[in-house]
């Protein structure tokens, strides 16, 4: 929405999917009158939903093991919800595509998008990044696009940091997080005294620095730094991206 009041434009998609859980959804924002054009699904090598759309036979397989392991899913239970929408095969065509990336293109992706941009992504978000290069320039041109990233690149640091040659730094919350797994509360206090403050208050990042607060036991801090979180002052107009983490929220305050 955004965008639209930005550009007076609708933002094509391109979604990383396994289970079909943001791709459906997307499908059925744009129903719901959001301002949305092309739908376009990026798998791996697990490919039901690619060979659906090309064949229009449901063939449901085991799950093969890729480097976009969220994605591993050989029978996504949102294509039932997906179809039942769309109906007949024909109409499920016109509403998105899907296009197969393979372990070889993820790892080419990786680096191809560190060297044209510095930015190191994760596994999941290459495939969608893959798909919208193979995309025509014309398709390209034509239309205002949005890759959806998904993880942060330091969650498959053993993935991407082979690949690109360099360390790739959790942000501060994780860090604390993953130092707190190691019972190490010394390095996550640490971590926590001096976070970017930018990203503390970032709707994504602050339900991790609430967990890590929960975690060194202080309750106080946790109630506070999860005040924004409160979903009568969300907006209205719009979406608010405090709802994407509200299940975390809803967890640390029920603990």
């Known amino acids: 929405l955004e965008h639209w009041r930005k550009t007076g434009q609708p933002l094509s998609f391109v979604i990383p999917t396994g289970n079909l859980g943001n791709g459906f959804a997307c499908v059925w924002a744009r129903r719901l009158g959001l301002p949305i054009d092309r739908i376009v699904l990026a798998t791996?090598?697990?490919?039901?939903?690619?060979?659906?759309?090309?064949t229009g036979q449901w063939l449901p397989r085991p799950s093969?093991?890729?480097?976009?392991?969220?994605?591993d899913v050989?029978?996504?239970?949102?294509?039932?919800?997906?179809?039942?929408?769309?109906?007949?095969?024909?109409?499920?065509?016109?509403?998105?595509?899907?296009m197969a990336v393979s372990d070889a293109e993820i790892r080419s992706s990786l680096r191809d998008e560190f060297s044209r941009h510095g930015l190191a992504w994760c596994p999941h978000t290459a495939t969608g990044l893959h798909v919208y290069r193979g995309l025509s320039e014309a398709e390209r041109r034509q239309r205002h696009w949005a890759v959806v990233a998904t993880a942060h690149a330091a969650k498959f640091d053993t993935i991407v940091e082979p690949l690109l040659g360099c360390d790739i730094p959790p942000p501060a919350e994780l860090a604390a997080l993953l130092a707190l797994a190691r019972q190490d509360t010394a390095a996550a206090r640490k971590l926590l005294a001096t976070p970017d403050s930018a990203r503390k208050f970032y709707p994504g990042w602050r339900p991790l620095y609430a967990q890590a607060q929960f975690l060194l036991g202080d309750y106080g801090g946790t109630i506070e730094t999860?005040?924004?979180?409160?979903?009568?002052?969300f907006l209205t107009r719009?979406?608010?991206?405090?709802?994407?983490?509200?299940g975390r929220v809803r967890r640390l305050r029920a603990a």
């Open 44 to 54: 791996n090598a697990n490919t039901p939903i690619e060979d659906f759309l090309a």
């Open 238 to 246: 719009g979406f608010d991206a405090r709802w994407a983490p509200i």
């Open 226 to 233: 999860l005040r924004l979180y409160d979903t009568d002052q």
């Open 74 to 98: 050989g029978n996504p239970s949102n294509m039932e919800r997906l179809r039942q929408l769309c109906g007949d095969i024909a109409s499920l065509r016109e509403e998105v595509s899907a």
């Open 64 to 71: 093969i093991a890729t480097l976009a392991s969220a994605m």
